[in-house]
């Protein structure tokens, strides 16, 4: 079920969530840069109530079992959901991805769920992924942090 796209306006990849319950008006693809090959791909980013820039999720690198075409699987992540939200982000002809949720199933224990990774997301570690962009009180620190519209954003 596609449930949101992302687009390619100006080098920067923005644009939305929406399903019956959550809506995500404002997200955001920020590049991650890491020496490590654990690290994500992509860190999601999203405007908040605030009006500050905060990472909900990530997204790394799989592949699709039947054709082997890359694509982006990771999920979104809130305290204020029941669960991670699983997505994986398809290509666009134009440069951005569609975005699609799919609910996890039994099948998924068995080579299951969006595709197959380079690696299993089970090895992860906490230290893998570089420096956080979190500040002591949760907001995103650095450049674009709190940008209003036509500011400088953090991706």
Do not use: C, H
């Amino acid at each position: 079920m596609n449930i949101g796209e992302i687009r390619n306006v100006n080098g920067r990849l923005t644009g939305s969530i929406a399903t019956r319950t959550i809506d995500l008006p404002r997200i955001g693809l920020r590049k991650v840069e890491s020496m490590s090959d654990r690290a994500p791909v992509y860190e999601i980013l999203a405007l908040n109530v605030a009006r500050r820039w905060v990472q909900i999720g990530a997204l790394w690198e799989a592949f699709s079992k039947k054709t082997g075409e890359a694509f982006l699987a990771g999920s979104v992540d809130d305290p204020g959901l029941p669960e991670p939200l699983p997505v994986a982000m398809f290509p666009t002809e134009d440069g951005g991805y569609t975005i699609a949720w799919r609910r996890e199933t039994v099948r998924a224990e068995f080579g299951g769920g969006f595709g197959t990774s380079q690696r299993s997301y089970d090895e992860r570690t906490q230290d893998g992924f570089g420096e956080s962009t979190a500040g002591n009180n949760g907001a995103l620190m650095g450049a674009g942090a709190g940008a209003e519209d036509g500011e400088d954003l953090p991706f």
